[in-house]
C-alpha cells in the first residue's frame, strides 16, 4: 500500500494537488480503494493534513484520467468497469498496443532488453499478493510503451488502460490463472526483441487469457482470425 508522504508547508497548492492525485492513484492500482468504492474528500484530507481543495481538484484530475467518476449528488468513486467496456477499451488496446511493440521492436536496446528480462523473470516466479502481479504486469507494458519513442501514444495508452489495470488488481480469478497470464509475457518479450510473430496476433491471444469473444468488439481480431 502506498504510504502519505506530507508535504512542506511551503509547497505549492499545484504541487500539493499533484502529490494528492499521484498517491491516490497508486492506491488505487495497489487495491486499497477498489472499484466502486467512494472517495470521501474529508477523509483524504486529514490523510494528507490539508484542506478539502486540493483533494477535490486531485480527484477532479484523476476523473479526467479516467480513473475515477463523479456520480451527481454522491460524490467521486473509484470508476468500475462493466465487461462490455473492458472488452471495448481491449479493442482500442489491440490497434494502439500493436502499434507500440512494432516501434519498440525498432528502438530496442540492451538496457531496456534486460529490463524487460528481469520483470518477465520476477513475473515467472511471482508468489506474492495479487496487486504485486498486476503492478508488474502494468511496468512491464509500461515499458514497452515509452521505449517506442511516441510520447503522444504512451500517453494514449496509459489513459486508456488505467481503469483496466485497477480492474485487473481486483480481479476474481485463481492464483493459477493470473501466474499463466504472468507467464505469457515472455512470448510477448519474444516479439519487441525480434521474434516473427505479428504483435496483433501475440495481443489477442495475451488478452483472450482474460477476455472471452473479443471479435465482438475488435475488427483487428476478425481480420486475425
Known sequence: MA??????PSETPSTLRNHIARVLRQQILEGRFKPGDRLNESQIARE???SRIPVREALSHL???GLVMNLERRGMFVIQLSEVEVQQ???LRIVLEAEAMK?????MTAEVRAQLEA???QMEHWEGP????ADLDRRFHQLIWRTAGNPWLERMLDQLTIALFAHKTLEHVSREMRQWRLNHHRELLDVVTGGNVDPRMALLTHLRMAYSEPERFSSMALAID
Open 89 to 91: 477499451i481491449n479493442s
Open 3 to 8: 504510504t502519505v508522504e506530507h508535504l512542506a
Open 130 to 133: 495479487l496487486a504485486e502481479a
Open 48 to 50: 494528507f493534513s490539508t
Open 63 to 65: 476523473q479526467e484520467q
Open 119 to 121: 520483470l518477465v523473470e
Open 103 to 107: 516501434l519498440a521492436r525498432v528502438h
